[in-house]
């Protein structure tokens, strides 16, 4: 078991916006998630990583209250997981593994469907329906329905609807695979921006360029168990290497040298 970083004596308190202990899910008979903790600062974009398996999509599940845990807590915005699931659900903003979205509607419909039941004023959505659709080059496609898009324009589509009501935290599963590089550009970009305007980003993915690029702090997980979180860094520090990919190799594998 490798060490979580945790904050130095004499330095403040940092503001947590996830605060997840022991969180546990089985599905069926298998331990998917297995007493997971970590802790998410407030308004840092924050990777979940791990080998296929890991547990990653079923701990994002969990934590926007798709799945019920089995055993632990997590406090989302200090709401509980589980007491507050309505409250959970308003402040944040999903991009799913399965993007969801309504094939037989066209994106400004789809866009203006949810500003709706999010409570967004008429002149709101539409200002964003036209922001985020010319910022991610969709703005040609707005009228065509949504079941005609190829998987890079829906998976644009869906991050759009991830951040339009300015979720305070957005947690995002494997938002780039499969993409074209243009589109993964794009996508980074906005996850970037997204964080600089103080939205915490949770973002599980294989890249680990592209985590290395966007993260500030990783949690590494491998069967269901945390084994390690921190900053780069402090993780390349930890296991004497310079490249995430090898930090991540080494962590997965429970090697370290000391």
């Not at 010319?134 to 759009?160: C, E, H, P, Y």
């Not at 499969?178 to 305007?197: C, N, P, T, Y």
């Amino acid at each position: 078991m490798f060490p979580v970083y945790s904050i130095p004596e004499g330095k403040e308190a940092m503001v947590y916006s996830i605060s997840v202990e022991s969180i546990t899910k089985y599905l069926g008979k298998t331990l998917a998630v297995d007493h997971a903790s970590f802790n998410v600062q407030e308004g840092i974009v924050f990777g979940l990583l791990g080998p296929n398996g890991a547990g990653k999509t079923t701990t994002i599940r969990m934590l926007t209250t798709v799945l019920k845990p089995d055993e632990g807590t997590a406090k989302i915005r200090g709401y509980d997981l589980v007491k507050d699931a309505v409250k959970v659900r308003e402040v944040i903003g999903v991009l799913p593994e399965d993007t969801g979205l309504y094939d037989r509607l066209t994106p400004a419909e789809m866009l203006i469907f949810h500003g709706k039941i999010r409570g967004m004023d008429k002149k709101e959505i539409l200002e964003k329906t036209e922001k985020y659709l010319s910022m991610l080059d969709l703005q040609a496609n707005r009228d065509q329905k949504v079941g005609t898009f190829s998987k890079g324009m829906k998976q644009k589509l869906a991050l759009i609807r991830a951040v339009f009501h300015e979720p305070e935290i957005i947690f995002l599963d494997e938002p780039t695979v499969g993409l074209d590089v243009m589109s993964a550009r794009q996508i980074r970009k906005l996850i970037s921006e997204e964080s600089g305007h103080g939205t915490t980003v949770v973002l599980s993915t294989h890249n680990m360029w592209e985590a290395q690029q966007l993260c500030r702090e990783v949690a590494v997980i491998n069967k269901g168990k945390i084994v390690s979180q921190g900053t780069i860094e402090a993780l390349e520090q930890l296991t004497h290497e310079k490249d995430l990919e090898d930090v991540f190799v080494h962590l997965v594998r429970g090697e370290v040298t000391e």
